[in-house]
């Protein structure tokens, strides 16, 4: 079964119930879900829309952008999510490597690459806007027509809207009631057919992108269901689409927080919404336990993800909702889930590196002790790349029986002699002391030896003396930082806020 046909046989079961509720307060039902996703499925076929097309895809998180994007997956398009503030070089090279038919954008990010004024302004804030509306593609745009919208560009509304004024006119000629669920449900295109490109790692001279199928979306989902009980009556406040499809698949309730929602926010929103499940970034959950010491206690599932969680962090999770299991996910653009574990085990783990659990797909260690993986959620593969059989993650590891413990990144290494130090191997452990929230360890190369001066940063009261009297207790001797600097944060990039090692460097040097 497809992604799409597993999201539209659940709407169909529960038409009144409620699916979505946006950052505004705006409700989505599931009935109305289904019908605004074949809407769009007939709307882009009828338009054109060809499988196989590649649609770029530059619409925030909404309820919007989630019919858009399943309509067109719906119609056997690709959703080629673009990130439009990449700066116009690089959106230009991922461009070029896309090859997208059509492109798909709010209206306002239309009229800011079109007109002057707007582009000056986004242009003194940092953001680098392409001329997306001057790209020879089919354009879809959403929100209400502004000036520097294509001329010929679809609207989404429009779309819905003549979808649904055909079907009713077919629906009276036939003496019934009937709207856009009604009419050429056949959604079910090859499961194994791309439905998705994300773009990660790269270049503006080789960018490289993510594909994902059906398939391996929807074996994602029941992956992340079998470890994460989800159902009706449930739930889910994020804004993480991988979250959400399970979400809607189970005929549970995704709460989307506003875009931007400030910490105080987004707490709000966890109890007035009454969620049950949430997920975060874990930098992201610190800053909001600043302002909300203690979560709902509607909550059973606190989930943690796209970057290692420090043990302070689980630590205070565990603290403001004593009533709920916190997770930690360990998983990758290109195949998630791939484990999950609980924050008292990582806290319980004695040993050295990062503790994530039982693995949920096939593993297998390289003698160098890379991990690499396999599993029907595994991506198709890198676009214009032969198929993936194999994931070489970048990451070492060791087992311990049949749980996978992360000694580090292979691109993190420091020469230090002939010691390797994974920074990742020691990190997890140095947070655990009191005082430090947070821990990182850097090398500044030394331009006459070419060895490497091992520094760690960290966050919180810690002092470097007392550090020095521990770290030997702690870490292996050729580990030892040569310096320690305590910093006021770690700094951090990209939307998932990942630790920043580049700038941190520069922060130490």
Known sequence: ??????????????????????GDGTELTYGDLRRKVLAVRNGLRAHGLQTGDGVLFSVRPSPDSLVLA???????????????????????ARLRLASPRWSAAESVLYAASRLRPVRALARRRGLLLPHLADLPLRHIYTGRRLPGVPAAALSLNALLATSSAGSSADASSAGASADASD???????DPDAPAAVIFTSGTTQHPRAVVHTQASLVAALDLFRERIPLGPGDVVHTDQLMLG??????????????????????????????????????????????????????????LLGAAPAPAGVLRRAMEAAPHAEVLSVYAMTEI???????????????????Y?????????VAPDGELCLSGPNLCRGYLGEPPLQELPTGDLVRMEGDRLVLMGRKKDMLIRGKFNLYPGLYEPAISTLDGVDEAAIVGVPDPETGDEEVVLAITGTASPESLRRRLPQLIDHDALPDRIVVLPSLPRSGRTRKLDRTLLKEAVQ
């Open 1 to 22: 079964m497809t992604l799409i046909r597993r999201l539209l046989d659940q709407a169909a079961r529960t038409p009144s119930e409620v699916a979505l509720i946006a």
């Open 70 to 92: 399943l309509g067109v997956v719906a119609a056997g398009g690709v959703v080629v999510f673009a990130d439009p503030g990449a700066g116009p070089e690089m959106f230009a």
């Open 183 to 189: 009419v050429d449900v056949e959604v079910d295109v």
């Open 245 to 302: 499809i399970p979400t809607l698949a189970s005929g549970a309730r995704w709460s989307m927080p506003p875009l931007f929602a400030s910490p105080t926010r987004f707490a709000l929103h966890l109890r007035e919404r009454r969620a049950t499940h949430t997920f975060c970034v874990p930098v992201h959950l610190s800053e909001i336990l600043d302002v909300e010491p203690s979560l709902p206690k509607t909550l059973r599932y606190v």
């Open 336 to 354: 998630l889930p791939v484990a999950i574990a609980s924050a008292s085990e990582k806290l319980a783990h004695a040993g050295q590196g990062d």
């Open 356 to 364: 994530l659990g039982v693995p949920l797909v096939r593993t297998r």
